[in-house]
């Protein structure tokens, strides 16, 4: 059996009267490797003016339920744990409750807080820490550190926003740590940390807490080579969870995880990001629900600007946005230019907006980067919906992303585009799934080249009246456009897709009352038009009418200023087609419009 000794045999009271300083310190030198140290309970003051309480023999425990509390206002750690293969396991620690609202820490050594760790193999199994001045759990260039679900840090020592450097629990420089559930949250006081777990530099690092405020990020992590944070659970004021690697990672193998986190903010929050990522390199970001927060999630590529930084490899797959007010995510950097973000995969994305004002240029899922930095993004399987009484701008909205795939998304009841596409070459829209998604189904701009446009099905609802099923903006070059339906547009189902300069592939596209078979139901005679306005033909601008044959009979061709662009073998029998003239003012609108029977 170990031996087991305590603090009372040294002279410790424990009154919350008494200064234990000279008993706790006895205690704590006298112990030997193999030893146990029981504070039984009780509150036992300590001054750590002259030196923190140092826990520095190797191979021992300190367990019970009392509390060591700092006698004095001093900037200074309390308790060290400075010796290897050490085991907390009951003791309290807490703060006197000043307030340092004017502290920067110079250097790692000074930030001061309620219980230190410098060993390694140290085993922090539960603690309340309470109402530190700076730091609750600080762990210093530790390996094979153990932060336990037994631990509380319930912080800050007033009821107000007073330090940028409050922090739960500071892991700095760490390797071979596990985090596993402790709670981080308010005191009794209302007081509560700044970033509630902050971990940076070194490698191979655990995240799981249960954090329940905190005034800034719930978890923030930045340069932790193959982190892992998982299962988080974090209500906050601002951001949730934000994740930054080590700059230049390319040659990393480790990837970063980031899964299964539930991320909220906090009633009267006022941060804008609920899940920050900057900077992944071969990450995985898995499972996680963010809910309140303006941007749900936000990728920031390159934050580093410089050319030889190539972020790649990012799988974000199976997470959920709740209630954002500006985007669901947003990929963005302010205007940076060099680097490269490549083979980036969003999938099963399910966003749902608030059930309030939205942002005039809400979006769910948007990407808006210089030019060249963004390729191969593909976009798939995403469910972006609506909360059945506010809208946002647009489903799906990339500029400057070359080679994307945006394939299998269902969008439903956005007020002005399903897809927009500005500036992207060789991109292909497959088979998604457009209801009542804005004026334009699909919007392709910004001379956009070498696409495909193929097996999208966009539909009218009762929402927002759609104009244009797909809108070329004269702007394609060398696209296809195939198999598309479209059902109801109410001016042209694809238009300005054509000019003369440009050459476009269109086959299969369907259009009528049942977009999805592409038959329409046409009365007779005069009953149907096809109208094509200002058209200027001096530009080079090609525009007709192409109704695909069934073997039938003519039928008879109502005559237009434009009907020669329609062959008698270009319709039915039992229909008439009517092609109404060239409108007085010139002009550049044109269209192609194709009805498979």
Known sequence: LQDTVSVKDFGAVGDGVTDDTAALNAAAAALSSGQVLFIPEGTYLYNPTSSPLTFSTNNIAIWGKGTIKASVSQDKTVVLLSGNYITWDGPSVEGEGTVYSSYTPSTEGNRYALLRVTGDDVDIRSALINTPYLIGIHANACNNLTIGDGVDVLGGPIAARVNTYFQGIRIYNCTNYRVQNPHIGANTAGGKPEEALFATDGENGFIQA????????????????????????????????????????????????LTN???????????????????????????????????????IPVQYD?????????????????????????????????????????????????????????????????????????????TLGNNGSHYPTEGISLARADHAIISENI???????????????????????????????IDIRGSSASGT??????????????????????NTAGFTFA???????????IRRCQQASYTNTFFGNKSGDDALTGTVALAAATTTTVTN?????????????????????????VSGANSPFVGAGDHTAGTSFKVRQTGAAGGTEQFFYEIVQ
């Not at 719930?218 to 944070?229: A, E």
């Not at 941060?271 to 990728?299: C, K, L, W």
């Not at 198999?483 to 189902?493: H, L, M, Q, S």
Request: aromatic share 6%; hydrophobic share 40%.
């Open 210 to 257: 249960n954090v329940s405020a905190s005034w800034d990020h719930g978890v923030y992590c930045i340069g932790v080579d193959g982190l892992i944070v998982d299962g988080c659970t974090t209500v906050t004021n601002a951001g949730g969870i934000a994740c930054s690697p080590p700059q230049y990672q390319n040659d990393k193998v480790t990837p970063t995880k």
């Open 411 to 441: 969008i439903t009841a956005v007020t002005t585009k399903g897809i927009d596409v500005n500036d992207c070459d060789y991109i292909q829209i497959l088979n998604n799934d457009l209801l009542d998604a804005g004026t334009t189904g």
């Open 453 to 474: 446009v193929i097996g999208n099905n966009i539909v009218d609802g009762s929402l927002h009246v759609l104009a244009y099923g797909i809108d070329g903006n004269d």
């Open 306 to 382: 410089d050319a030889n930084n190539n972020i790649e490899g990012i799988v974000f797959a199976d997470n959920i946005a709740r209630d954002w007010t500006e985007y669901g995510i947003s990929i963005a950097a302010g205007g940076l230019s060099l680097g490269k973000l490549q083979y980036i995969k969003i999938v099963n994305f399910d966003s749902l907006p608030a059930r309030t004002t939205l942002d005039a240029s809400s979006v769910h899922i948007n990407s808006s980067l210089s030019a060249g930095i963004t390729n191969s993004l593909i976009i798939s399987g995403c």
């Open 533 to 557: 306005d200002n058209v200027n033909e001096g530009q080079g601008y090609t525009s007709y009418v192409r109704l695909t044959p069934i073997n039938q009979a003519a039928a008879t061709l």
């Open 483 to 493: 198999n598309n339906r479209i059902k109801g547009a109410g001016t042209v189902a």
């Open 261 to 299: 986190n539930n991320v909220r903010a906090a009633v009267g929050a006022t941060g804008t990001v609920g899940f920050f990522i900057r900077d992944m390199h071969n990450a995985v970001i898995q499972g996680n629900f963010v809910e309140g927060f303006p941007q749900s999630y936000q990728i």
